[in-house]
């Protein structure tokens, strides 16, 4: 199960590559304004806007708190957007090491180029998400290290200080995370990308003008109206008379299935990255889920083989009850790893289509070929693993 995440983290990273791809190609005609350099406009992930504290399978093992820690990386990520988090390095490299013990748990913070604020941010983050509880008497210690690396320019960042329009877009995308109710009608889709050109003017402390593009579908509409409102509210500090420039909404959503149809096969595929990546964290707590099951009914086994033939009828409805978790772990196991092959499935698909277009996907083409492949195996062996695991439960009969 490690070497999923590993090849699941591998492809995140080379993902990189293709959002800088896609931010080179805007969603519509260069204009002259955008001809200056406007920056600090990168993708929000809308995930970050529907944080649930995740519910451990007890006791939590090395698998499960991998899987876990994974499912905070839209969050994580998020925290090292803001230049304040981060030093002034190009790299920023975050570990969390987690501890379970059987006076609690902890989640330590650790990393290079890594601010006082950005590990604020991160523990507030883990802490919230992956809440932890101590372990039974007796139990051995469980640990855990998950590392996150975001890279300027790779990953959304903002940096002040380049000109006034960059620094008001650098404004607006700090700001997002804090506008979730614009957001909330979306659910697990991907809100639509939006254009909105913006006027600034000397004297005024906030936007002068704000107008969208229109977008044609009702929450369409109402999420600009949101979002306008929330942009007009903004500080603005210009020194020449006038400013106007665009600023792109561009939309992801970790958590949805669905693609969006206004996307570009370049933001298609950025979008399909981090759905992969969160479908791989599904898949390690799933079996990390299915091995703590696993350990618990070989537990109860040991004790009915060591009872006197005689009691051991008394333990039958205990060993069919962990047998029957067992088999819902097994199930959940295969159903974790089937969607994740479908993501790595609509994946290699994208970057095929990219890859017509620009034969330089061919490289990453060939390591998603490797990485669904490699997942299809996952899936028979785990199906597998199911028909044997249902085989094992003991057929009890009271008649």
Known sequence: MMRRIAIASVLAVTGCAGMQEAQKKPQGPTTTEERMRITNQPP??????QPKALTLPQPPNEGVLVGALLLTRPEVMECLVDPKSRGE??????????????????????????????????QKVVDTRVPLTALPAGAQPVTSESTFVHEVGGSASVKFGINPGSDFS????????????????????????????????????????????????????????????????LPANIEVTELKFPYRFT??????????????????FYQLDLLRNQRAANTAMAFGA??????IYEAVIARFQKTPQRKQYDLLPELTSKCNALVEASKASVD??????????????????????????????GKLQESVTATEQDVTSAQERLKADQGACPKVSYK
């Not at 059987?102 to 180029?113: K, M, R, V």
């Not at 299915?290 to 350990?295: L, P």
């Not at 994208?350 to 996907?361: C, G, I, M």
């Open 336 to 365: 974790a790893l089937s969607a994740q092959l479908q993501a790595e499935q609509q994946s290699l698909a994208n970057v095929q289509e990219l890859k017509a277009k620009d034969a330089a996907w061919g490289e990453l083409e």
């Open 89 to 122: 390095a190009e790299t920023t490299r975050v570990v969390v090491k987690t501890t379970i013990n059987e006076q609690g748990g902890t989640h330590a913070i650790t990393g290079e180029n890594l601010t006082p604020e950005g590990t604020a941010c991160i």
């Open 290 to 295: 299915r091995a703590t099951a696993a350990e």
């Open 170 to 233: 650098g404004t607006v995308r700090l700001a997002q995370d804090s506008w979730c109710e614009c957001y909330a009608p979306f659910g697990t889709k991907i809100p639509p990308q939006l254009k909105a050109t913006v006027d600034l003017k000397k004297g005024t402390p906030t936007p002068a003008e704000i107008v969208f593009d229109p977008v044609g579908t009702p929450e369409g509409d109402q999420l600009t109206a949101c979002l306008q409102a929330k942009m007009m509210a």
């Open 44 to 49: 929000f992930d809308v995930a970050v806007c």
């Open 251 to 268: 939309h992801f959503h970790s958590q949805a299935a669905e693609m969006s149809a206004d996307m570009s096969p370049e933001l298609r």
